[in-house]
Nanobody, 125 residues
Framework: QVQLVESGGGLVQAGGSLRLSCGAS????????MGWFRQAPGKEREFVTA????????YYSDSVKGRFTISRDSATNTAYLQMDSLKPEDTAVYYC??????????????????WGQGTQVTVSS
């Protein structure tokens, strides 16, 4: 049984930082691309960032480029999202996902096979 478990969300002031973690089990971690998506109330789920199995190929949405950093650790089957210079508009539930999307489909939620339960990130102004 595949499980993705996010942690690290919380409340932070604008300009602050948070680090999200996504622990994966039940799958061959090194065979999957890992993505982070977010969903704010009343909005559709949107792509944030993704990293391919090599760990070298990363992609970011324009809204987070230069502020967020994705990484992965195959020794612990964990993906990370380091979020710096947070803004109130980053407030959302953040989800990690595992899949095998090909470019440019890496931004499409329907191209991912497995999802975590989500973790809330709230940025106060």
């Amino acid at each position: 049984q595949v499980q993705l478990v996010e942690s690290g969300g919380g409340l932070v002031q604008a300009g602050g930082s948070l680090r999200l973690s996504c622990g994966a089990s039940g799958l061959t971690f090194s065979s999957y691309a890992m993505g982070w998506f977010r969903q704010a109330p009343g909005k559709e789920r949107e792509f944030v960032t993704a990293i391919y199995w090599s760990g070298h190929d990363t992609y970011y949405s324009d809204s987070v480029k230069g502020r967020f950093t994705i990484s992965r650790d195959s020794a612990t089957n964990t993906a990370y999202l380091q979020m710096d210079s947070l803004k109130p508009e980053d407030t959302a539930v953040y989800y990690c996902a595992a899949g095998s999307p090909r470019l440019p489909d890496i931004v499409r939620p329907d191209k991912y096979d497995y999802w975590g339960q989500g973790t809330q990130v709230t940025v106060s102004s």
